[in-house]
């Protein structure tokens, strides 16, 4: 059995800064599970270009208020405390908080913790990794 505790991963090589969002990794692709969780922080007032075509993601928005717009369809999304959004079909989109977000995040594959997002958006895929 594996315990983490979210004090003891900020400030550290798994609590990493995104500019709009700071994602600290709870579990990644060493812990063997599978998949990665994280606690992450989306900065209210900003708007993030978000496209995981190497993994799929689902967020369960623990505290504040925002939406997700699907950029090929243009639907936007309410997201509040206890709202549930789950990328299935590796949709483009576009994040935005109007007050700081507290998102608990699931990827497959998972994470291996390094990753960031390029000008698309995406998240590269490991070396070694197969994609879903």
């Not at 270009?49 to 997700?68: F, P």
């Not at 699907?70 to 299935?88: C, E, N, Q, R």
Request: charged share 25%; hydrophobic share 35%.
């Amino acid at each position: 059995m594996q315990t983490v505790r979210l004090n003891d991963i900020i400030g550290t090589d798994r609590d990493i800064e995104g500019g709009n969002w700071n994602s600290r990794r709870l579990l990644l692709r060493d812990d063997g599970m599978g998949f990665s969780l994280h606690d992450t922080i989306i900065r209210a007032g900003t708007e993030t270009l978000i496209h995981y075509q190497n993994h799929l993601e689902a967020v369960y928005c623990i505290e504040g208020e925002g939406e997700v717009e699907t950029t090929d369809d243009g639907v936007i999304h309410p997201i509040s405390a206890g709202t549930v959004y789950a990328l299935d079909k590796h949709d483009r989109h576009l994040l935005r908080a109007k007050v700081d977000m507290r998102m608990v995040c699931v990827f497959t594959p998972a994470l291996t913790g390094h990753e960031v997002h390029d000008e698309n958006g995406v998240y590269a895929l490991a070396d070694d990794t197969v994609a879903s």
